[in-house]
């Protein structure tokens, strides 16, 4: 830098020699040197990498504040926290499930009662309930009589051995006690247990979770 002109020198070093290229940036015959217009230059070109700097620095603190919150957080409490947002949209999925399958279901019960065939009077799945109440005082028991009387073929009712909770209508449940308590802990050894009616004759059978069902 001279008081009247700006020159740039590259120097580059190969196998030994030294080459050194002199750029003149700005000539002495064109004037005095524009110091402001060469300040703002230099700013515009440190800026950007000043900038970026500060903004990654800002970013990975944030990052790291972020991550040592989640690490704060009992995993167990993770765990209930996905598994009761799970548990609750399996649930909505499956009352809208019975609420489609209802018609069908009703048009079923109006056959199978002409003919005195196989009729679906209560079903229920998840735990044992102690009584037909009980279905409606928790979410640890579905009402699921509508589910198997639309699935009634001739007076019969035919379901594999796969689990029931992946049947239309069913869903995996979080036990009473669990879901009262703010937990998601799912029941482990849900039943099937149906009221039926062939003929003039009541009955009543209950399924395990994984056992093929052959009615009558």
């Given at each position: 830098v001279r008081a009247r002109g700006l020159s740039l020198r590259l120097t580059f070093a190969r196998c030994g020699l030294r080459?050194?290229?002199?750029?003149?940036l700005w000539p002495e015959a064109a004037g005095p040197l524009p110091a402001s217009e060469l300040c703002l230059a230099m700013l515009l070109w440190a800026a950007p990498p000043l900038l970026i700097r500060v903004l990654r620095g800002g970013y990975l603190t944030l990052r790291e504040a972020m991550s040592s919150k989640q690490a704060s957080i009992p995993p167990k409490a993770k765990l209930q926290g996905d598994g009761a947002g799970a548990a609750g949209v399996e649930m909505a999925e499956a009352l809208e499930q019975r609420a489609l399958v209802s018609r069908e279901a009703a048009r079923r019960r109006a056959e199978e009662e002409a003919r005195n065939g196989l009729v679906i009077l209560f079903a229920t799945y998840g735990e044992k309930p102690t009584d037909e109440d009980s279905v409606l005082r928790g979410s640890s028991v579905l009402d699921v009589t509508d589910c198997l009387q639309a699935r009634v073929r001739q007076s019969q009712?035919?379901?594999?051995?796969?689990?029931?909770?992946?049947?239309?209508?069913?869903?995996?449940?979080?036990s009473q006690g669990d879901a009262a308590s703010g937990l998601s802990e799912i029941v482990s050894e849900a039943v099937?247990?149906?009221?039926y009616r062939f003929g003039a004759i009541e009955y009543s059978r209950t399924f395990g979770d994984r056992d093929p069902v052959i009615l009558p």
């Amino acid at each position: 830098v001279r008081a009247r002109g700006l020159s740039l020198r590259l120097t580059f070093a190969r196998c030994g020699l030294r080459f050194v290229l002199p750029l003149e940036l700005w000539p002495e015959a064109a004037g005095p040197l524009p110091a402001s217009e060469l300040c703002l230059a230099m700013l515009l070109w440190a800026a950007p990498p000043l900038l970026i700097r500060v903004l990654r620095g800002g970013y990975l603190t944030l990052r790291e504040a972020m991550s040592s919150k989640q690490a704060s957080i009992p995993p167990k409490a993770k765990l209930q926290g996905d598994g009761a947002g799970a548990a609750g949209v399996e649930m909505a999925e499956a009352l809208e499930q019975r609420a489609l399958v209802s018609r069908e279901a009703a048009r079923r019960r109006a056959e199978e009662e002409a003919r005195n065939g196989l009729v679906i009077l209560f079903a229920t799945y998840g735990e044992k309930p102690t009584d037909e109440d009980s279905v409606l005082r928790g979410s640890s028991v579905l009402d699921v009589t509508d589910c198997l009387q639309a699935r009634v073929r001739q007076s019969q009712l035919h379901i594999s051995d796969a689990p029931k909770a992946t049947l239309l209508g069913f869903c995996r449940l979080a036990s009473q006690g669990d879901a009262a308590s703010g937990l998601s802990e799912i029941v482990s050894e849900a039943v099937l247990q149906i009221s039926y009616r062939f003929g003039a004759i009541e009955y009543s059978r209950t399924f395990g979770d994984r056992d093929p069902v052959i009615l009558p």
